[in-house]
């Protein structure tokens, strides 16, 4: 079976600090791996993906991400962040692309950032 | 429209009512989806419908739940005898699945129907 763990349901970092979100999934078959992005009143939007080549991956908004078999993770990254980037952060995992009905989803991650 | 259309943005019930929520996907997408969204909770997935196979309603909680799409666009959720616990953003999303290739995988969301059952 498929889980998603995100680290931290509340993450606060500085304007201009490193952002990083962790997300580590379970899957028995290679993932595909999503990061969305929900910003207040507003429904979710696909930051980055991961399917297959690449294992590091760029999103929107300067984020990014890295597959890591090994520890099973996919975190994602942004070098400085922006008042802007406060939203609410989802990690997901399907077990195969465009089947999207199998999309497993971690609870989220709460993203302020402080002047 | 562009994108997917959601209705309505908030809707307030009292308890035991009956509640419709609609959604409106973008052209052309065969998939869509319903989700309900509770604080603290995640997403929760309710039904799918692909095309015109049949939709799977594996997610609904409860036989008050249902879901309809009409000529493969417009979708609505009905929510019977509404309970207090039924309170949530409930988010439809449509993905343009390519049958036997898989498509994107990306989901286009709304914005949420918030329901209040008082």
């Known amino acids: 079976a498929q889980s998603v763990t995100q680290l931290g349901s509340h993450v606060s970092v500085s304007e201009g600090a490193l952002v990083l979100l962790r997300c580590n999934y379970s899957?028995?078959?290679?993932?595909?791996l999503f990061w969305y992005v929900q910003y207040p009143n507003q429904g979710l939007q696909l930051l980055l993906k991961y399917t297959t080549g690449a294992t590091l991956v760029k999103g929107i908004n300067g984020f990014e991400a890295e597959f890591k078999k090994s520890e099973t993770s996919f975190h994602l990254t942004k070098p400085s962040a922006h008042m802007s980037d406060a939203a609410e952060y989802f990690c997901?995992?399907?077990?195969?692309?465009?089947?999207?009905?199998?999309?497993?989803w971690g609870l989220g991650t709460s993203l302020a950032v402080n002047p | 429209g562009a994108g997917v259309s959601q209705s309505p943005s908030n809707k307030v019930t009292e308890k035991g009512k009956d509640v419709e929520l609609r959604c409106d996907p973008i052209s052309g997408h065969t998939a869509l989806y319903w989700y309900r969204q509770s604080l603290g909770q995640g997403l929760e997935f309710l039904i799918y419908f692909q095309g015109n196979s049949a939709p799977d309603k594996s997610g609904l909680p409860s036989d008050r739940f249902s879901a309809e799409r009409t000529g493969g666009s417009v979708s609505t959720l009905t929510i019977q005898r509404t309970q207090q616990e039924d309170s949530a953003v409930y988010l439809c999303?449509?993905?343009?699945?390519?049958?036997?290739?898989?498509?994107?995988?990306?989901?286009?969301f709304g914005e949420g129907s918030r329901l209040t059952v008082l």
């Open positions: 899957s028995s078959v290679p993932p595909y």
């Open positions: 999303a449509s993905s343009l699945n390519t049958p036997g290739i898989g498509g994107t995988g990306e989901l286009f």
């Open positions: 997901a995992v399907s077990a195969a692309a465009g089947n999207n009905r199998k999309l497993i």
